[in-house]
């Protein structure tokens, strides 16, 4: 009986796992690690909740590949949601289904009730919580650590009045309603704190989105006034082109050829006339951010090179996941020519109609001859240092939510490639 009670509780911690983190756990260690526990737990009883919250312990490192506050949510959230939802379930079985074994109900009734309200109560919150897995910023928040904080208090509580002996009957009862509604409680706190910390993201997203936007105007400006410089430079040697040519001086006329000529290339051909082929991106907060990223890039000296060939207005993708995207990949790309012997960057944006997709390249040189690419999108990995590579990761968080948008990594002689395919239609 206590170890089909024992089985019927981790198959509920694993689904509220799954829905909570949205990352599966795989079977096979799931169910090793629960017979583990299962047989630890029934001969050391003393141990308590410890099986429950070493399993989940690990499910969550095993998603996360590191502790932060989002893995102690996760850990949190799970057991005690779970175990209080099953003890408040179970003392209203006892009282309203006296005609019905009490395992029967343990083991069929409760467990199918639980999930049925962690799912209902969990995808009410889903916006809360994809945004939250998505954005690293928010999970440094102030205000997921205090609710970690008040998890872990309701934890300790829980832990107390099941473990002390003290209550019995309705004062039990009482306290994990008490619990439960706290718990509840917390949950909503959450959704209105990531509401409005993405209502805070946003309006300095289009401050910085504004201000980005001046700048490029200013840069068209500053573009347009070195043509106009040019232009009448330009006229200058035609003039005395003309008069090379009137006077049949072949050498004057070949002088003045080459000096047209040199000059046109170097002025022309300087990375900051680039951003004006920024003028076929129509969106203004990607065009603000490719703006900004390759202004960085030719401050750092960058041979920077742009392809739109085509006016492009909307990507199938969700704005704000496509700008944290590209802003880490631009970012990336960055830092790594800056370290190359010759640093280039270059981008390319357009659609495939062949495919019926649209494809965002950015490829770099680099230091090293081929990157070791299953080692970038690994958590934590850097070439900066320890606990510093984060940002691969994050993309490739995001793009689990996507059927349709996926990237693609090359790396070869010096050259680093990454293209985002954004198919049409799904």
Known sequence: MGYMTGIVEFICYYFTFFWVSKHRVNVYKFVIFSIVALVGRNFFSSLFMLPEI????????????????????????????????L??????AKKSLSGVPLFLAEILALPVIVLLLQFLLLKSCQSSLDTLRKDEQLQQNSRLKFLNLALFLCLMGHVFVFSSGNYQGNSQE?????????????????????????????????????????LYTNQIEGLYSELRGFRHDYQNLLVSLENGIHENDMFQVQMIYEAIHQHADKRLNESKFEIGKLINLKNPALKSVFSNKLTIAIQKKIQVNLEIVQ??????????????ILTILLDNAIESSVCSKNPTLSIAIFEDKTFDQQQLIIENSCAEKQVIIQNIFRVG?????ENRGFGLSNVGVILSEYSNVFLTTESADYTFRQTLYIRNGE
């Open 87 to 92: 003890k408040v379930l179970g003392f209203i």
């Open 311 to 324: 006016p492009i207005t909307d990507f199938r993708i969700d704005l704000v996941d496509l700008v944290r």
């Open 54 to 85: 070493l399993f989940l312990c690990f499910s969550s490192y095993s998603v996360q590949k590191r502790w932060n506050t989002l893995s102690v949510f996760y850990v949190l959230y799970t057991y005690l949601s779970t175990d209080v939802l």
């Open 174 to 214: 009482m306290l994990e309603v008490a619990v439960l509604l706290l718990l509840l409680l917390f949950l909503l706190s959450l959704h209105y704190a990531v509401r409005h910390f993405s209502q805070h993201q946003l309006l300095e997203r289009k401050d910085q989105e504004l201000e980005q936007l001046l």
């Open 381 to 385: 990995y850097s070439t900066k240092g």
